[in-house]
């Protein structure tokens, strides 16, 4: 009998051990992961810092930091007061189009957002690159304020007050040719010329009037060229990898993606005009004469949006023509649709659409004329406030393509929902167009969201595993609220998985994203299998996906620290 306990206890004993062996080696696996992961991004940083500092050996990580944060009250103050031109020497024109058609919008509406309460929380560097065509650094700010809204119907000037105190997270991007030197005096932000120092002044060119210098072109201060959500913000270095963009820049040399990104920027506000006074005159001098036949026909049907927000704006993909040269981008945004006939407001919806730009073949780009997207490339002067096709200085035509690019195409990602067996989805594509899939948390989001409203609703369980998707992964629960509501009202149109394209491809990135942190947990695991069942992938491929790309970080984030540590010791 003794025996028999004895053999008890020593059964127990090893599987005890053998259980925390087990438990240990999965500790060690997640934390390889994490630790891999921080090391090899801030080794990144490291070697794009180090390439700023040797070309501007005054570069100050603090110093930038100091003026971002003052640059950032401006930007704020100007956004509640509907004027930017405190701030318009060091925006580029595409941020200044988009604060411009903003206040448009409000004013159509009758209303203006205020913006009171304001505390900067914090202020962060968290990306650099350095590249032949740009500088770039992003930050990220956290904030708080109140965002109350002044009624103006009626000639009322009515504050609604009771606007509750809300966090808000942004990724700013600041942009300068390379050589740029970090001068001790003030420069743009302060209002000031970088050139000759005096008080600045632009002239309608967009020139110092004391010195003739074209100060937004990033050749003499840094110029704030992008602000990204926090959901669709991703860093991605200067090395990004975009099909045709290496081809291409060999015809090409300044050809920059930085400078495309502005100038769709740009154009996608001048559609949010043209939809808001139903006219295509805002789109005279960005697109072509055949799209704007189209648009006229097709897209101005009595709607447009309110409370925009374009949250992403990348280049996907450049081609060669014979006559024009092609490039496509993705924009996700979001906006409230506005029926202009009974003026009422949907709830908020989430978009996707392709853009296609086309130029002449043979032409080149001018990395001087920096972030001026909207200004006359032959003669440098600015778009006329009439919209017209055509430079009233020179007489340079706009929008045929031969000396810039031009809108040829706005074409919804997700163009139906069709009803197979339930709810399926289609992708409807143009032909031969190649498109890049962007994979972010918004859009994988709306993907798990969609796939579970497959069958027309989403049980308690699922609606479970969804808040705790967005608790782990530190969304915040109102996005995650607001999908649900657009998915409900069918104005979830964002990038979503088609069963026989590319669903395998965004399980796998699901995976991926939920392993940021070392390991799937439970509740995520029961939300990826729900998700696989709509679309027909056994639980036990998910389960072994799921053990083959821990598998594949681990290995490779083992790796990264193997090598980081002996070049430490070396």
Known sequence: MSTLFTLIIALSSMLAGLFEGHRYKQRRIKNTIVRGLQKQNKQKQQIQHNKIKQRDKYFSEALIKSRVEQAFFIIKQAYSSHNIRPATAFLSDGIAESMQIAFQIQKQRKRQRKIEDLNLRACDLVGMEADKHFETL???????????????????NKMYSNAAL?????????????????????????GYCPNCGNTLNLSQFALCESCGS????????????????????????AKRQIAGVSDYQV????????????????IFWRLQKAWLTQNTDPILSIAHPDFIAQFQQQHLKKFCFDNINLELCEVSNIEFGEDFDRVYLLLKWQANKIDLNTNHSSDCGFYAHHLTLIRKTGLS???????????????????????????????????????????????????????????????????????????????????L????????????AEKKYLDQFVKNRRIPQKVLDDIMKAAEAGELKMLTPDETLDASDWLNKLIEMCLADGQVCAQEQKLLLAFGAKFNILAIDINLRIKRIRQKMYLQNKHILKNLNSNHKE
């Open 214 to 237: 074209l100060v937004g072109s990033g050749e003499y201060d840094w110029i704030l060229a992008k602000i990204t959500s926090e959901m669709q913000w991703r860093f991605q270095n």
């Open 449 to 460: 969201v969609l796939a579970l409203f497959a069958d027309g609703k989403v049980d308690a």
């Open 166 to 190: 809300t966090l808000h997270t942004e990724y700013w991007t600041f942009v300068r040719l390379p050589g740029t030197q970090t001068r001790s005096t003030p420069g743009l932000i302060e």
């Open 138 to 156: 992003h930050f990220k700010l956290d904030s708080s304020a109140r965002y109350p809204i002044i009624d103006k119907s009626a000639g009322s």
């Open 251 to 266: 015809v090409d040399p300044a050809f920059n993606i930085s400078l495309i990104e502005d100038r769709v920027s740009s």
């Open 365 to 447: 780009s001018d990395l001087k004329k920096g972030l001026h997207s909207l200004h006359c490339f032959s003669c440098g002067a600015p778009q006329s406030k009439n919209y017209q096709d055509c430079c009233e200085y020179c007489g340079n035509p706009f929008n045929l393509g031969e000396t810039d690019w031009v809108l040829e195409d706005f074409l919804p990602h997700l163009e139906h929902i069709i009803k197979i067996k339930g709810q399926q989805f289609a992708v409807d594509y143009k032909p031969n167009k190649k498109t890049d899939r962007i994979f972010d948390p918004v859009s994988l989001l709306s993907s």
